[in-house]
């Protein structure tokens, strides 16, 4: 069966299940492509902190509240994380419903399918043909399999920038948790706009 008889023979539902396959993937691939431009996850390793991406936006966070005379800059740099995480989770919920609602509106296709399947039987009197009714039932469980086909990547993805983000949220709260261990404070970057070096925060002394 190809793809435009399936649309075909699926109806509307197919249609708008096509259209979540779309969208999910879109916004997948979006937030993959975000995770890319962040760079690798820090591993506190001696190297220069790349600059960029969620870890260090809370140490900017925090090295500006130091400056600023704030006794503790973790409470800075907890407020950043949650932001931070919430544009790392962007768009997760839209994919989770469409992930969730994707089998459940494909068996509503199916539902629909079957009733009118028993529509035909009913105003024929029940003198129908078992080739026919078949084609009938088998047209409507397409649905159902389109659905499950959309609702399992879209879900694994789900599940896969998901895995991403905590990745990311872990690294941060390493960042502030270690600012912690350090009695609250940052060691002093190069100049005042410079990065910190992470080895400089990675260390004890």
Known sequence: MTIEELLLKGGPVVWVLALYSILGLAIALERYLHFLRMGPVPNGR???HPGRGPEAAVLAAMDAAQRAGIGNPALAGERVRGEELRR???GFRTLAILGNTAPLLGLLGTILG??????????????VDAQAL??????AMITTGVGLAVAIPLLILLHLLEGLAERRAHAMQRCI????ERGGSLPPSSGADAPHRWEGITDAG
């Open 46 to 48: 001696p190297a220069k």
């Open 88 to 90: 790392l989770e962007a």
């Open 114 to 127: 079957m009733i009118k399947a028993f529509m035909v039987i009913e105003q024929a009197g029940g003198r």
């Open 134 to 139: 078949a084609g009938g039932i088998w047209e």
């Open 177 to 180: 948790d270690l600012v912690r």
